[in-house]
């Protein structure tokens, strides 16, 4: 069944190029990485080519725009992906998949944030992962940075960690929440005070990822991941979390 959304932004071309980015989340997220995956809003598929290794058995991409779908079918066709894993395409939404326990991780890599009702998309998430499976958020970090880029994307917000903790249902355990690219928060900032563009150049981008995010590889970690322009969750399922749980960084 294929969705009616459109996207209208054009940065996914331009953060396709991101390599050393999507080489440092994927490195945060690779040890919850189970054997089924599904990742939603897959846009190009620039992270299934980055996260997939090839112990994963099946991965499904989900991606709400019928014609980024058709890309990335044929993105994904084209593609040396791991010939272990087999993949899958869906044009829809999670009412799209059968609401019943099928994967052991689920992503939203830059995506929550385009979503109106994120606590309801986090629900339905975590009736579709199986028993201990791990639930994958990365979106960008501190609503005092929202720009005109963020607008233009179709951003409703941007998180701090009470507001993605919270976002989560009470059978999702949290087991890490920690900040990410504290140098890139210099040229958020920037964009936000000076700037004010709705779209950052290719130039922009390639200073960025070149430059600040391997500063960041250093700094959050010196910083213990208190500072930084993007937010990552991640927390598992269980029949009834602990109170008063906390993450363990």
């Not at 996260?51 to 989900?62: E, I, P, V, Y």
């Not at 609503?143 to 507001?163: C, I």
């Not at 600040?212 to 991941?225: I, K, N, T």
Request: glycine residues 6%; charged residues 20%.
């Amino acid at each position: 069944m294929q969705s009616d959304f459109r996207y209208d932004g054009q940065e996914l071309d331009l953060f396709a190029q991101a390599v050393n980015w999507k080489r440092y989340f994927a490195a945060q997220m690779q040890s919850f990485l189970g054997h089924r995956v599904l990742e939603v809003g897959a846009g190009l598929g620039a992270t299934t080519r980055m996260l997939c290794d090839g112990t994963q058995r099946s991965w499904t991409c989900l991606e709400p725009d019928a014609e980024l779908a058709g890309r990335l079918k044929d993105s994904l066709a084209d593609s040396s992906l791991p010939a272990t894993t087999a993949f899958d395409v869906i044009d829809g939404s999670l009412d799209n998949i059968p609401a019943r326990p099928t994967f052991d991780t689920i992503l939203y890599v830059d995506v929550l944030e385009h979503i109106a009702d994120d606590r309801a998309e986090l629900a339905n998430a975590a009736r579709r992962l199986l028993p201990a499976g791990h639930l994958l958020v990365l979106s960008p970090a501190h609503q005092w940075l929202f720009s005109p880029f963020d607008k233009a994307v179709g951003h409703f917000r941007r998180y701090r960690r009470s507001t993605l903790r919270s976002a989560a249902p009470p059978e999702m355990r949290l087991v890490r929440l920690r900040y990410l690219d504290s140098a890139g928060m210099l040229a958020s900032l920037a964009n936000r005070l000076l700037l004010r563009a709705s779209q950052p150049t290719a130039a922009q981008i390639r200073f960025w990822d070149s430059r600040l995010v391997p500063a960041s590889r250093w700094l959050d970690g010196w910083l213990g991941f208190r500072v930084g322009k993007s937010i990552l969750g991640v927390w598992q399922k269980t029949a009834e979390a602990p109170a008063g749980h906390a993450p363990n960084d």
